[in-house]
């Protein structure tokens, strides 16, 4: 999926009449939040990056949306899991006797992670919020996307507007209508899977779930399973 700079969404909003005055801020705000209301996976970045642990915690990267998965540095490769322990945050972990622990945990808490070590790398693979060198937002180079932001855009502007009785109700509903109707059209462009993911979803639906493929990040998840007659 190729991206476009919001700069290009802000002049086709602007060409409506009655959104030639809506600020180039607001503009970002609405994208911001229609990007993480569809929460279609091609509206972010798979990236990846290396946090340093230390005193239990490290740093999410500045893009960070959302936790994919987790190891513990490159060379092992040992996968985290989530935490399910109350007390993760507890300051008297330090004092467990880690013999105990069998996995490599974490939780997310804010703008930080917190391992069940104190000290260490890990490597995250995570969905990031697409940004240009300037920090606007990107988005979707997909027809059905930016047509369904434009009326995300115009709804929300049109709302202010409606309130402060400066449109009639007919407008207001036809704005309505359109982000309906464009907001599924882009959705169910978005989650359509290619003819390869296609293939890696067969595969994956036509074996059983390996407990060892979370430990390798699923790397093998989405290969032909070959059944062997001795």
């Not at 105990?100 to 804010?110: A, P």
């Not at 300037?134 to 502007?157: F, H, T, V």
């Not at 109707?181 to 989650?191: F, K, S």
Request: net charge negative; hydrophobic share 35%.
């Amino acid at each position: 999926m190729k991206f476009i700079n919001i700069k290009v969404i802000m002049d086709r909003v602007t060409r409506h009449p009655l959104l030639q005055d809506i600020p180039f801020e607001t503009v970002i705000d609405y994208a911001v939040d229609f990007i993480r209301i569809v929460g279609t996976p091609p509206s972010f970045m798979e990236k990846t990056a290396d946090i340093h642990i230390k005193d239990y915690r490290g740093e999410l990267p500045c893009d960070f949306y959302n936790m994919i998965q987790v190891r513990y540095g490159k060379k092992e490769g040992r996968a985290l899991r989530y935490s399910t322990d109350n007390f993760h945050f507890s300051e008297h972990k330090k004092h467990w006797d880690d013999r105990r622990v069998h996995d490599l945990t974490y939780k997310l808490q804010g703008n930080c992670i917190f391992t069940s070590f104190e000290e260490g790398i890990v490597e995250i693979a995570y969905q990031a919020m697409p940004m240009d060198d300037d920090g606007y937002p990107l988005i979707p180079d997909n027809s059905s996307y930016e047509r369904a932001l434009e009326a995300y855009i115009k709804k929300q502007w049109f709302t202010i507007q409606y309130d402060l009785g400066k449109i009639n109700p007919q407008i207001m509903m036809k704005a309505d209508q359109d982000y309906a109707w464009a907001v599924g059209q882009a959705q169910t462009d978005l989650i359509m899977p290619t003819i390869d993911q296609m293939q890696s979803i067969t595969n994956m639906w036509n074996s059983l779930l390996d407990r060892r493929e979370h430990a390798t990040g699923f790397i093998n998840q989405g290969t032909k399973e070959h059944i062997r007659i001795h």
